[in-house]
């Protein structure tokens, strides 16, 4: 839940691990534990979405708990985050958005040794969206104190026998009945696509389309959906930037129109236990405005990209401890 600085404070000193959301300015604040935290503006508290720049929100770690390590990790060091992970538990991992370890998890984690044998759980920091306001994404190992925009940074969660960690995607979106689209390269922004076949200049096919940019472009991943968000459109260099990178090969389509965004999501999200972390994309935030009011039962940082092993866009990540 949200928490003032004193009283998350007071948690570390108490030697309690975290996992931890907020600005900048106030995580740089807090007493060195074994903690990890990463920057955001906005939050899903017990009351529905806020936007806080004086309060922190904390992720105790489940009471079963063995053991919890801190790491940090390079772009060069991160495919083999998961050589530290235990046997047994869970990683929670923090990339700030547009870093190159955020490029490099983007565009490779699918063949990062380990990747779908261990669950990684975690989130994209960010910034407020208030330009004015705006600071570089940040995450902070508080092992050690450093704040970083460059580094990734991981907790490792050991979990006794007979304790498993379940991952859980929450995704309202279907791929449309439009055409297939392709892109001629991966990568986080494009100028043409091949509709059908066919080359066209991606920005100016969503413009003539008058095509809704809420709406993600989504991919059939061995039978999982996959969002890829719109992040911008400029008809005058005809750039198409997204939040997550698109692939070479893969056939993408725009999601289907979904009338009462809102409410469609707030259905898919069930009572399924106490989560032992959970966070929902700010798209998710922004276009079913939650400011102010409850997903379901769901608290957490809101998030510029969520990670459910791989890294998801506009979709909510829960993580469960079983057994």
């Known amino acids: 839940m949200l928490r003032s600085?004193?009283?998350?404070?007071?948690?570390?000193?108490?030697?309690?691990?975290?996992?931890?959301?907020?600005n900048e300015k106030a995580l740089r604040s807090l007493p060195r534990g074994n903690w990890i935290a990463g920057t955001t503006a906005y939050f899903m508290d017990r009351k529905g979405g806020v936007c806080s720049r004086d309060r922190i929100f904390a992720t105790p770690l489940p009471a079963c708990v063995s053991a919890a390590r801190v790491r940090t990790y390079s772009e060069n060091t991160l495919p083999h985050v998961l050589d530290d992970a235990p046997e047994n538990g869970y990683t929670t991992l923090i990339l700030p958005a547009g870093s190159p370890v955020h490029t490099a998890?983007?565009?490779?984690?699918?063949?990062?040794?380990?990747?779908?044998?261990?669950?990684?759980?975690?989130w994209v920091s960010?910034?407020?969206?208030?330009?004015?306001?705006?600071?570089?994404?940040?995450?902070?190992?508080?092992?050690?104190?450093?704040?970083?925009?460059?580094?990734?940074?991981?907790?490792?969660?050991?979990?006794?026998p007979g304790k498993l960690a379940e991952l859980e995607i929450v995704n309202v979106f279907r791929p449309g009945s439009g055409?297939?689209?392709?892109?001629?390269q991966t990568g986080f922004e494009t100028s043409t696509c091949l509709v059908?076949?066919?080359?066209v200049p991606f920005a100016q096919y969503l413009d003539s389309t008058q095509s809704d940019m809420r709406l993600p472009l989504t991919a059939d991943y061995n039978g999982a959906i996959v969002n890829v968000s719109i992040?911008?459109?400029d008809t005058r260099t005809g750039v198409v930037k997204f939040f997550g990178p698109v692939f070479e090969g893969?056939?993408?389509?725009?999601?289907?129109?979904?009338?009462?965004?809102?409410?469609?999501?707030?259905?898919?999200?069930?009572?399924?236990?106490e989560t032992a972390f959970a966070c929902n994309c700010v798209l998710n935030?922004?276009?079913?405005?939650?400011?102010?009011?409850?997903?379901?039962?769901?608290?957490?940082?809101?998030?510029?990209?969520?990670?459910a092993n791989l890294l998801l866009n506009q979709t909510l990540v829960r993580l469960f401890i079983r057994g």
């Open 179 to 184: 055409p297939g689209l392709h892109f001629p």
């Open 126 to 160: 960010g910034s407020s969206l208030d330009g004015s306001r705006k600071l570089s994404p940040k995450v902070l190992d508080g092992t050690t104190g450093v704040c970083s925009r460059g580094q990734a940074v991981a907790m490792h969660v050991e979990l006794p």
């Open 5 to 22: 600085i004193e009283e998350v404070s007071q948690e570390i000193r108490h030697g309690t691990p975290l996992l931890l959301a907020g």
């Open 250 to 273: 893969v056939e993408y389509r725009l999601a289907a129109p979904l009338p009462g965004y809102g409410s469609a999501f707030d259905g898919l999200i069930e009572d399924r236990g």
């Open 105 to 122: 998890y983007a565009r490779g984690a699918a063949q990062f040794p380990g990747m779908f044998v261990k669950p990684v759980a975690g």
């Open 285 to 307: 935030y922004l276009y079913c405005h939650l400011e102010g009011r409850a997903a379901g039962t769901i608290t957490g940082p809101v998030t510029y990209g969520e990670i």
């Open 231 to 233: 992040q911008s459109v």
């Open 196 to 199: 059908d076949g066919s080359a």
